[in-house]
Each structure stands twice: as C-alpha cells, then as structure tokens.
C-alpha cells in the first residue's frame, strides 16, 4: 500500500480504495495503524478529504529470530 500511495498519489481515501480494490473502512484502520507507526501521515485534502502520504523511502526491520536472556538472569 505505501508503494501504491506514493506512486499512485491518490486524493483521498476513497480513490485508495478504489486503486488497491479495499473497502474504504479497511483502508482507514490500516492507515491509521501506519500513520501510528510513523509510515504515513495524512494532510487535508479538498473538503473534509483526507490524502495519505508516504512519510519515508525505506523502512529497516530488525526481527530477532531468538529470544535472549535479559541482563542479570540465566536460561
């Protein structure tokens, strides 16, 4: 969706839906969970529009594959 959003540009949450073939509602809860995790942010449009932007080019994930013991403990 972030690539859509950028290369598409669309003008509000509504055309996003209509390009990715979501519901409008589905759109809306997984743009605000980006715009919580700082992936997005939305401008106001024209009226009471809301317009999705990408707020950065890449995203880094670290996901360890183990879990480590905390300092001070043992396993």
Do not use: C, W, Y
């Not at 700082?38 to 994930?61: A, C, F, N, S, T």
């Amino acid at each position: 969706m972030l690539r859509v959003i950028h290369e598409q540009e669309p003008g509000s949450l509504e055309e996003l839906a209509q390009i990715t073939g979501r519901a409008t509602p589905n759109v809306s809860r997984t743009l605000k969970k980006m715009e919580s995790f700082g992936l997005v942010r939305m401008e106001k449009g024209k009226g009471l529009k809301l317009v999705p932007k990408v707020i950065h080019d890449r995203v880094e994930l670290v996901l360890p594959l183990i879990e480590r013991p905390k300092k001070g403990t043992r396993k």
